[in-house]
């Protein structure tokens, strides 16, 4: 009888940490937001232009903002890229790269980015500069719905 109390301490015991390591997050939101923004650079650099896109939140009021101007929903910010740095004849859009310099969760739906991109095209010099991004968790995804950058 005593054995039979033991085993179900201990597959109480093994049920409830299953329970709270299936409920902790693999990952921190930083670290996720961090291996997202690689993934899209590495996208980039591959001139896949739909795979980079993937970070955008696909919403009507997805914004980008640069010095040009206020680009205002998802289709609208993927045609900006498009006929910004698809250049005809060229392979690729050029090699991104992207330093994430701090990381503000703001609750738990919503983050802050301050990052730095460095982007050498083709032909030409590496163009840099910082951005400023807020991501949007969307199920389990961290999704860009604002990004500013100069």
């Not at 301050?114 to 951005?131: A, C, F």
Request: hydrophobic share 45%; glycine share 8%.
């Amino acid at each position: 009888m005593k054995n039979l109390s033991v085993l179900f301490c201990a597959v109480g015991a093994v049920a409830m940490a299953a329970t709270v390591s299936a409920e902790t997050p693999s990952i921190s939101p930083q670290q996720a937001i961090g291996q997202a923004l690689d993934a899209s650079a590495a996208a980039w650099s591959a001139g896949d232009l739909k795979t980079f896109m993937e970070l955008y939140e696909r919403a009507p009021n997805t914004r980008y903002v640069s010095a040009k101007g206020v680009v205002e929903g998802y289709d609208a910010i993927e045609a900006m890229y498009a006929s910004r740095f698809k250049t005809p004849g060229a392979s690729g859009m050029g090699k991104l790269t992207l330093e994430v310099i701090d990381v503000k969760l703001l609750g738990s739906q919503y983050a802050f980015v301050i990052g730095r991109y460095h982007l050498k095209p083709e032909t030409g010099d590496t163009v840099s500069g910082l951005t400023t991004l807020l991501f949007h968790k969307v199920g389990t995804r961290w999704l860009i719905s604002a990004d500013h950058s100069s």
